[in-house]
């Protein structure tokens, strides 16, 4: 039993026979690939074979079709095939042309014009008459005919168009994605990067192999003494001093950056004042100015001068530095820092939205307590209480805040839009 396929469509034709009628063979139509009014055919011709075979499948051993003597005393005058038989043909047009593998026949009608008898080589049609895009659903006028061209069955199958099965991501692919902490060929900008948190984010960037454009405003020999470190490993850094609230200077600063490294892909904005403890009623609005000004029109001008070129490139990373008491109860007193560290908040979040469209992410880490300079007031007692109420038992040190900025302006976070990741060992709320 011989079958011809002929899918009109492409206008190939191309000889199948059963043992190979599989899947592997089959077309992949999705529902956004078909039309009305495309075709496939394919011929087959029906043996005895083929009729014993189907009595065999289905039960069906009437004389009519299985003895020839009984046959030939009827109007027939000779066995016929099933009526079924032919028109089973319509489910391998659906299963294996049109749509093909991806189709399940829900319903069918059909009308029998004349029988089909052994030898006969039949022609079996398909046309899609009907389509719904939304449901996937499709309507295919079915056409058998024989080789004197009669047509010997007429009717329809409705057909539920399925959505193909995802692909799980294999080894092979993951060898040709992006997704190693290695950052050679990237340039950042971290200002604040003179110590604490922001020192050791360069660092960080560096031995992942980063160019570094390492921010002080006051810190010249700290910033001498990260970026002689960073050289000192082979890899690239240069401090330029610049205050973050002056813009005039922040563009001075991003302009020295691009000429030496060729352009700025990743902004980290750590600057902070601050973060002395006070009472409400002791503190003024400058006081509160003073750390609105470096935490969030800090990070606004650094935005401003280096986005330009993200845009350009058509990507970028910026992340953040807020804190946890932002999302919890904060300690007495420190009201003006979590206010400006909150609008941060809110500044990254809402450029997140405008500018993911454009490859360039907007990301938060926001750190629990850290021991660094900022917090060399608060008494040893006071650190270990601390340490005690957070679940890893320890406070942070820099270097976990910036394994967290690292990971977040890495390709592994590609698909992170506007999130903020608390590193503050599990405890939100102090």
């Known amino acids: 039993m011989a079958y011809e396929a002929k899918d009109i469509d492409n206008k190939d034709s191309v000889s199948y026979y059963p043992r190979v009628m599989k899947s592997s063979v089959a077309r992949k139509y999705t529902i956004e690939d ?26 069906d051993y009437s004389p009519l079709h299985t003895d020839e003597e009984f046959a030939r005393r009827t109007q027939f005058r000779s066995r016929i095939a099933h009526g079924l038989l032919a028109f089973s043909y319509a489910s391998a047009l659906v299963g294996m042309y049109l749509p093909g593998e991806n189709a399940t026949i829900l319903n069918h009608n059909a009308k029998y014009l004349k029988p089909v008898r052994i030898n006969d080589q039949l022609t079996i049609t398909g046309t899609v008459s009907s389509k719904n895009d939304i449901s996937g659903k499709i309507i295919i006028d079915i056409s058998i005919s024989n080789q004197k061209g009669d047509n010997v069955i007429q009717g329809s199958v409705g057909v539920i168009v399925n959505t193909p099965p995802k692909k799980g991501i294999t080894m092979k692919d993951l060898k040709k994605k992006d997704l190693k902490l290695d950052f050679k060929g990237k340039v950042v900008l971290i200002t604040g990067a003179s110590r604490g948190i922001g020192a050791a984010t360069a660092r960080l960037f560096a031995l992942h192999g980063a160019d570094i454009i390492v921010n002080y405003n006051l810190g010249k020999k700290d910033a001498e003494a990260v970026v002689a470190d ?32 060729g352009k700025i892909d990743i902004l980290v904005n750590g600057a902070m004042s601050d973060a002395i403890p006070a009472e409400f009623e002791k503190l003024e609005w400058e006081d509160f100015q003073r750390d609105i000004d470096v935490a969030v029109k800090g990070a606004y001008n650094c935005i401003k001068a280096t986005l330009p070129g993200m845009v350009e490139n058509k990507y970028g ?3 953040n530095i807020t804190t946890i008491y932002a999302n919890g109860t904060p300690p007495t007193g420190f009201s003006k820092y979590v206010t400006a560290k909150t609008a941060l908040l809110g500044l990254t979040r809402s450029l997140a939205i405008e ?72 405890s939100v709320m102090l």
């Open 34 to 59: 078909i039309y009305i009014g495309q075709k496939s055919s394919f011929d087959v011709v029906i043996t005895e074979k083929t009729i014993d075979s189907f009595s065999k499948l289905t039960g």
């Open 317 to 319: 990373k910026v992340v």
């Open 355 to 426: 500018y993911a469209s454009k490859n360039i992410f907007f990301n938060i880490i926001s750190p629990g307590f850290t021991d660094t300079d900022l917090s060399a007031h608060i008494p040893d007692w006071y650190k270990k209480k601390m340490a005690l109420e957070t679940p890893l038992k320890r406070n942070a040190e820099p270097l976990d805040t910036a394994k967290a900025i690292l990971l977040m302006a890495s390709s592994f976070t590609d698909y992170v839009v506007g999130n903020q990741m608390l590193v503050c060992g599990g």
């Open 230 to 261: 960073i050289v000192s490993a082979k890899k690239r850094a240069l401090p330029i001093k610049a205050d973050v609230t002056n813009k005039t200077e922040v563009e001075k600063m991003v302009k020295a950056g691009i000429k030496k490294f």
